[in-house]
């Protein structure tokens, strides 16, 4: 590595470190404070509320490894220019190109690690800040079960598998309540096809009961919509709903074929799925648009205005993800094109700007 290599690599390294442990800190205080009167409403212990806050560090990690980069990468060409420290090494046939190099480099080295990561740390991480959060703050028994059947949920009316639970609808599918005799004797079980929260009720189109008399003899025979009512809100089964953060590439993909061949929609799933090979490219999307507007034109522009328009390149990026995910959580759009488009429309934006006169 040559003495220009090292020096950038060091520069951007403490830098990036250093915005960081800023981000980190402003992230994990807000959450505190938004989180704060339901802390207090449900006297959580400050072990409970520090568990919290540590098992969802992992996730809040991942989220802000982009910005730090951008940031990073602003501050470190941005400070070079402003000592003319690259007009410098330009003077000295130095390119662009060169002095960006080991900034490209250690982006590749972050989306690697960051695509590792939340394989591998934030799912278990996630899953129990989520447990901390239900359990032992809001002291909420853990009433769900997530297996290859389905859902299995501890239910006022009996046990419940559920085969597939859409919380933005408030719809169940795939629906099956066993109702026990006080000596855990089946005695009846309902199968409903679908059930939609309407109007503050679940609205069933369809069931059928099973019963079963002293000799073994199953008795099978339709229900009215009247005849069955949950006594559940969708708000108790969303917790037994796990977030894609809380699933890796390999769980999640498994969760998508066993709800395709069950007939249920994956679409918010698969964009999901994109997603977790997307965004760990986002490092490297940041670095190759903020290397030229932190470097171009050094002598012209001050410090502080080209870190205002990385900002909104990078504040941009995101409004652009989210319209594109909302689109394809909707079916508006393809899954891959939602979670790419945002990608590579910044990385076309900075192969522009990269490859254009200074």
Request: aromatic share 10%.
């Amino acid at each position: 590595m040559s003495v220009v290599a090292r020096y950038v690599l060091s520069e951007f390294l403490r830098l990036f470190a250093l915005c960081m442990l800023g981000f980190l800190l402003i992230y994990v205080l807000v959450d505190l404070f938004d989180r704060l009167d339901g802390f207090l409403k449900y006297h959580a212990s400050v072990g409970a509320v520090i568990r919290y806050l540590l098992f969802k560090i992992p996730l809040i990690v991942t989220q802000l490894v982009p910005i730090a980069t951008l940031g990073a990468v602003l501050f470190t060409l941005g400070t070079m220019a402003r000592h003319s420290e690259l007009t410098a090494m330009r003077a000295s046939g130095i390119s662009t190109l060169q002095i960006a190099t080991p900034l490209f480099v250690t982006a590749v080295v972050l989306s690697i690690a960051i695509l590792a990561w939340n394989e591998t740390i934030v799912p278990y991480a996630t899953e129990r800040s989520r447990y901390v959060e239900i359990v032992e703050i809001r002291n909420k028994p853990l009433k769900a079960l997530l297996s290859e059947d389905g859902i299995w949920f501890h239910g006022k009316s009996g046990i419940y598998n559920i085969e597939h639970f859409d919380a933005r609808t408030g719809t169940v599918v795939g629906l099956t309540v066993y109702e026990f005799t006080p000596g855990f004797v089946l005695q009846r079980l309902v199968e409903v096809p679908t059930a939609q929260w309407r109007d503050d009720h679940w609205v069933i189109t369809s069931a059928i009961e099973r019963t079963f008399d002293d000799t073994g003899n199953v008795i099978t025979r339709p229900l009215k919509p009247s005849e069955l009512v949950l006594p559940e809100k969708p708000q108790e089964f969303q917790i037994m709903e796990k977030d894609p953060e809380e699933l890796s590439f390999r769980r999640l993909r498994h969760h998508i074929r066993e709800l395709s061949r069950k007939g249920i929609d994956t679409t918010e799933s698969r964009v999901d799925l994109h997603l977790k090979l997307a965004l760990p490219l986002v490092p490297l999307v940041m670095v190759l648009v903020g290397v030229p507007l932190a470097a171009r034109n050094p002598r012209r522009r001050p410090l502080a205005t080209s870190v205002a328009i990385g900002l909104v390149v990078g504040f941009s990026y995101w409004v652009l993800l989210a319209l594109t995910i909302s689109l394809g959580h909707g079916g508006a759009i393809p899954p891959a094109i939602a979670a790419w488009t945002a990608n590579g429309v910044f990385g076309v934006l900075g192969a522009f700007l990269f490859l254009g006169p200074e």
